[in-house]
């Protein structure tokens, strides 16, 4: 253990980032709650189908989603059974290499996410961009962007 005193945030600092937590964790509640009352599906679940739909041919390996996802696999495994389940997406072994699987969005997943992605934007528009306006946004996402670290895995947080 180190002899050396950490340089405490100052009060105004402190406030900050107790505020981002806060904020963050706000609006991913307020932005989950409005899909889940209008389609009984998590933010996380949206998430997934998001992922698949921007995705070459609407799939990608499971490795790979979780990471995109910032989720543990154990997570996402749950999470894509359930989606499986509710037919929303299929996964199967990748034909490249049988160790890893791939996810792929049924056209139910389609279907449903066609439908979920006017409130998941009027939602976003409703508690994060009316809120602070076009400009901030853009200066929040800089700022978010330079806290990414693209070659960080779950398992690495």
């Known amino acids: 253990m180190s ?9 105004r600092e402190q406030r900050a980032w107790r505020n ?12 989950g709650q409005d899909l889940f009352a209008a389609f009984q599906i998590t933010l996380a679940k949206y998430e997934v189908l998001v992922r698949l739909t921007e995705a070459e041919d609407g ?8 990471g995109d996802l910032v989720s543990s ?15 929303l997406v299929e996964r ?14 049924t056209p139910k997943g389609r279907a449903l996410i066609e439908r979920m992605a006017p ?7 409703r508690h994060l961009l009316d809120k602070i306006g076009h400009d901030k946004l853009m200066v929040l996402g800089d700022i978010m ?7 960080a895995t779950i398992a690495d947080l």
């Open 3 to 11: 002899n050396h005193e950490p340089e405490w945030l100052t009060e």
């Open 20 to 31: 981002y937590l806060r904020a963050t964790s706000q609006l991913a509640t307020f932005v």
């Open 59 to 66: 799939q990608m390996r499971m490795s790979e989603l979780a």
């Open 73 to 87: 696999r154990s997570r996402l495994t749950r999470t894509v059974s359930s989606m499986e389940d509710a037919g």
């Open 92 to 105: 199967e072994a990748c034909t490249k290499d049988r160790r890893g699987r791939l996810c792929r969005i």
């Open 119 to 125: 409130v998941h934007v009027a939602s976003v528009r």
């Open 145 to 151: 962007a330079e806290l990414i670290d693209e070659d």
